[in-house]
């Protein structure tokens, strides 16, 4: 069988034509998995090693499972039952932060980051853990493809996980500084609950001209438990832009 066409090929191949939606979905696709296997150099034997979320860092979590049959010797901390699932079910020995509250590198994705390598995170749910493990990481390696890498934060909503007592309060609240807020829900309709059991407002802010004193103002309300904005947290960003591997540092 003849190997997926890379993202270049794919428009060679119609000349005149751009890529349609099938095609996009699988160059970005290629770009998920180079950008998860580039990050494995970041990964040393005998480290304690954060297990991101979202459909990136699925990649690198299967690749470390590859490595770890083949001999490394690592211990996860997932960010979310999701991870957790997947690395058990790879063989990738796991820990907690009772047991381990220093982790040496954490490999995650990002809904968005900007040049100065802040980030919006969320979109799979898993904002709260993410932001914990990543607390707690002496290095946080982010892997995306180039369409996460923006010139500005906010196209993408911004998550909000908040308690469900204080739901309503907190979305008008957070109107108030200028965003359109939904909540999120589940395919069944039903409002989407976290690991931790708690909901989560999706606030389209269009761009955020000042992510630092907005991340400031959503932490001082009462009734978020996180938000998605992560601030100075990501040490190293890997973008796959095709067959290329662009690193970015703060």
């Given amino acids: 069988m003849r190997a997926a066409p890379g993202a270049a090929e794919l428009c060679s191949a119609c000349p005149g034509q751009r890529p349609g939606p099938t095609q996009k979905l699988m160059a970005n696709d290629l770009e998920k998995e180079a950008a998860a296997r580039a990050s494995l150099r970041f990964v040393k034997d005998g480290q304690v ?3 991101g979320t979202g459909s990136t860092a699925a990649y690198f979590i299967r690749l470390l499972g590859e490595q770890v049959k ?28 009772d047991e381990c509250q220093e982790i040496a590198v954490t490999v995650d994705g990002a809904d968005e980051v ?16 993410e932001k914990i493990v990543a607390s707690a990481t002496r290095q946080l390696v982010i892997v995306a493809d180039a369409s996460k890498q923006v010139p500005v934060l906010g196209k993408f909503p911004l ?9 309503a309060l907190v ?18 309709g039903k409002p989407y609950l976290t690991d931790e059991n708690n909901h989560i407002l999706d606030c389209r802010f269009g761009q955020i001209a000042d992510p630092d ?11 978020v438990v996180e938000h998605g904005l992560f601030i ?18 703060r």
């Fill in 159 to 167: 998550p909000v996980e908040v308690i469900k007592f204080a739901q």
């Fill in 171 to 188: 979305a008008k609240r957070i109107a108030a500084l200028g965003a359109e807020v939904q909540l999120r829900t589940s395919v069944d």
């Fill in 213 to 223: 004193s907005l991340a400031r103002q959503l932490s001082e309300m009462p009734g």
């Fill in 70 to 97: 083949n001999g490394l010797r690592v211990r996860g901390i997932p960010t979310s039952d999701r991870s957790r699932e997947l690395a058990h079910s790879l063989g990738i020995p796991l820990t907690t932060l």
């Fill in 114 to 129: 900007d040049p100065q390598l802040r980030l919006i995170k969320g979109g799979g749910g898993a904002l709260l853990r």
């Fill in 49 to 51: 090693v954060g297990l």
């Fill in 232 to 249: 100075g947290m990501a040490s190293v960003v890997l973008f796959a832009r095709g067959s290329e591997i662009v690193e970015l540092r």
